[in-house]
Structure formats: C-alpha cells, structure tokens
C-alpha cells in the first residue's frame, strides 16, 4: 500500500561482567630441608584465574595475605590468601593451605658387630646410646628408641650368634631400624683337678 521502504535498525550492545573470576585454592606439601617460595609453588601448582570476559588474568593474582614466608623452615600448616581482580571489579580470593613436613628418616649407622662372654651380660641400652644417631630435624633427646627384637637377651649365657633390632623414631614419625649381631664366645678353658702327685709300688 505504501510501497517499499528501507527500514535500518541500529542495536546499541553493552556488556558488563557481574560474574566473578574462577581461581581455586588447594592443600600443598613442603618438604621443610628444601624450602620453596610462595613463586615457587603457585609454577608448581600451576595457579590461575580465568575470568568468562576477560580470560586468562593470571598475571593479575595478588598475595593478600601470607603466614608461610619467614617459616618455610618450620614444621607447621601455612596460610597464603590470593586475590584477583577482572576489569569490572569483580574479585575473588583463593587460599593455599601449605603443610610443611619432614619427611626424612633419622639417620642411625650400620649393621653393628659385638662379641661378649658367656658369663657377661651387654648392656645393649648403652651401647645403642653411644652410636651416632640423629636427625635432620629434631634434636637427640626428642628421639624415640625401642627395641623391635631381641633374641640376645634370653639366650646370654648360650654361646652363640644373636640379633638386637632397635627403631629411632622423630616426631614426625618418621624412622629408621639399626642392627646389632651380637656374638656370645666361651673363652675359659677347661679345669683338669685332682692329685698332682702318684704314688705306686714297683709292681702296680
């Protein structure tokens, strides 16, 4: 009825982000003889932040808040707080929860070899005293020893080879088993008693 016509509908778009960026925290081991840096450890867990407008803003993480710097030698759990931010103030945080461990066994010296007579008695509570055992973290004293095994002690006065069994434990748990041969030797020699003098006749 009117004949054609050119219509032009022009759209105006605006985009605002309200959702937040996407940046998970997690649990993460540290091993207290070999320290690392909070850097460090974001590369190892591979830390990131995507935002659903402007992608991948990694490179905006921020620390916000850290208990582990100053204690990374330190057996203890660690906060670190991590903030980012997208181009449309929208935030979020993500915490790291750093465990710091030993995870190494005391260090206790090899096989031991000891010969005692069967008439004695080793004081092997003494002499495991007296090896060299320590450890990397924990002093001596807060060391625990017990014996695994024994099958010296009511065989002493047999003669005869034998095995002591000691554990060091730390406070962490953590530990290691020593040995002890023990060989138990007769070194007395017979006695031969009687007269030392005979007296016969010719003819006996």
């Known amino acids: 009825l009117f ?23 997690g649990t993460y081991i540290a091993d207290v003889d070999h320290p690392k840096t ?27 808040e850290d208990n582990y710097t100053g204690n990374e030698s330190t057996i203890g759990i660690y906060d670190v707080v991590f903030y980012v931010e997208d181009s449309s103030s929208n935030g979020t945080y993500a ?19 000891v010969s005692v007579r069967y008439t004695e008695t080793f004081d092997f509570q003494a002499y495991i ?13 807060d060391l625990t020893i ?11 006065t047999a003669v005869g080879s034998y095995q002591i069994v000691y554990r060091v434990e730390d406070i962490s748990e953590n530990y290691s088993e020593g040995t002890i041969n023990v060989t138990v030797y007769d ?3 017979p006695v031969i008693s009687g007269p030392s003098t ?7």
């Open 38 to 64: 909070i850097a460090q450890i974001r590369t190892e867990i591979d830390l990131k932040a995507i935002d659903a407008q402007d992608g991948d803003i990694t490179h905006l993480i921020q620390v916000v």
């Open 198 to 204: 005979l007296n016969r006749s010719q003819s006996q």
């Open 95 to 113: 915490t790291i929860i750093i465990v710091v461990l030993d995870v190494v066994a005391p260090s206790v010296p090899g096989t031991q070899s």
């Open 3 to 25: 004949g054609a016509q050119n219509v032009e509908i022009y759209v105006k778009y605006s985009s605002s982000s309200s959702s937040v960026p996407l940046m998970e925290g």
């Open 129 to 141: 005293n007296s090896l060299s055992i320590s450890d990397n973290y924990d002093a001596y004293e």
């Open 146 to 156: 017990t014996i695994e095994s024994n099958t010296y002690t009511p065989n002493k």
């Open 187 to 189: 070194d007395i020699a």
